[in-house]
């Protein structure tokens, strides 16, 4: 009998690894097995065979947009900050913050593959004219932090990072700075402020950091995927590159699938490759038959994909258009158990607790958007309370300050747009039709079933299970029943019996 | 985030002084090293107590509003230490209807230390925690991670005394 290999299954057979190619393959703490793998050869190819104007043009040329959430196109990034070489101090820096619940392709990357952050950020200082980079990482992320001191030290000691590499005279060093757990920082101008060692708070846009980034200097800012592919494009050329993906979204991107998914893990795949795709053939569906809800691309800042949009190509104007956005490239998959309306509580609570605070829409807004929220879900909302959801989220997004206020109400709207009918359940009908909404769930116990053994009433929190004077036909006890007054929804009833008595309503 | 100040009294050694001053010599004339030198003096005293952002302050000539600004900032940096026992409380629902919050006021009144602060004397530090899933023990708390469960205010005063 043949043998199968991992790299036959369906998990593994469509995807295309560009960014993710040394992750698992190579040890990431030798430099030696990074340069067999063409490692480094991309630096010698721009310093020795490019000007800078080439390299430029070869990543404009191949289409490469940034990989941290928003697209804008890399090599115009870099055109911007290309003036005035050698005359003026100028930074590149890497965005390693990766602060999304649930997106750890970033990680993987550092941890499995740091040389090619490495050498990318060199390629980007010779293509604008910076002698200095940072890495800006989590300091939650303690392994990645050492591969990459040890990728710089490596670097260091063949010369590939530090004065007169390749002979070439250019100059480049790179230096590792802490987050401190700031969700904002993620962002490119609050980055920045935070590796000058101040609160990172964002600032307004003009100027733009090409043109006063870091400690004023003309500043380029890249996310980690994208520069894990800027060595590959320098080496197999723009058209190479370009002939990957759709039209406007070239090359691949890695997704972090998770939740109500039977395979989890990260998943790269050429842009334009569908949900459906993604979710049925390399996810392996939807565990325990249940039936698919919605995928949530773009953690805090993206929105619901519900299952009539799971044929749309994915690449990043698509996923705007239908209501979410790219982002980093979580990709979590919820069942019919999920409550959207909770899902968008869920995210607005987390961006309330994360907003740095400096501007008002965002500071004052979410939090006004999490109350409404909170009404419904409690039971007390009313429907013009979905009008003043909508305005409010669109004043918050066109008012706000940085991108993190700017996307923030879309969870809200995503899930108002798709999953209407569950707000207005909750409203209208005061329940939750996913049954998580615990102020709109009921547990009851139904007569016919309770042999009135009494191991609910034992195990409830809150002493309100009795007994009744009811005797079912053939039982011996009395069965019992809940006051639903004193019920604090904790489920431990309906967990504890073992004749599937209880059911929640 | 809301930060507390500490009442816990400042106890630096003299070792620790030298290892912090040694730190922020190393990061001298460094661009942004303010960063650093925190998750540094941090990593030698556990916490950033006003006292040693006062020695940075002196050592850097940045303002003590403008250091303070940065440690209230950022979730990872800590003003207060953690108590040589760590009580947490579940304010969770099913907690909270048993009378959780009873519980929590019982032993911030008999410890004489405010939610979600620290004892003067680094003994105790007391939070409200989200829910710990315990809900068919509730109401539940935590000290150094044991688990105590069924609380009543009776109960409080009997397990507080196994912490001295």
Redesign the interface.
Known sequence: MAKTSLYDTTFCKTQQRLALRNCGVIDPENIDEYIAMDGYRALGKVLTEMTPDQVIDTILASGLRGRGGAGFPTGMKWKFASGNRGNVQKYVCCNADEGDPGAFMDRSVLEGDPHAVVEAMAIAGYAIGADQGYIYVR?EYPIAVKRLEIAIDQAKKYGLLGKDIFGTGFNFDLSI??????FVCGEETALMT????????PRPRPPFPAVKGL?EKPTILNNVETYANIPQIILNGAEWFSSIGTEKSKGTKVFALGGKITNTGLVEVPMGTSLRHIIEDIGGGIPNGKKFKAAQTGGPSGGCIPAEHLDTPIDYDNLLAIGSMMGSGGLIVMDEDNCMVDIARFFLDFTV?ES?GKCTPCRVGTKRLLEILDKIISGNGEMEDLDKLEELANYIKSASLCGLGQTAPNPVLSTLRYFRDEYIAHIVDKKCPAGVC?KLIRYEIDPEKCIGCGMCAK?C??STIQKTDYTAPGHKLPSMKIEQA?C?????CMDTCKFGAISKH | MKKKLTTVEFHGTPEQEAALRAVIKKHAGEKGAMMPILQEAQGIYGYLPIEVQRIISLETGVSMEEIFGIASFYSQFKLNPDGKYAIAVCLGTACYVKGSGEVIEEISKQLNVPVGSTSSDGKYSVEATRCLGACGLAPVMTVNGEVYGSLKKSDVATILAKYV
């Open positions: 300091a700075r802490l987050g401190a757990g700031a935070s590796i000058e060692g101040k609160r990172g708070e400690f607790d740095c615990k195990k929190p809150a004193n604090v929804k904790c489920g431990a």
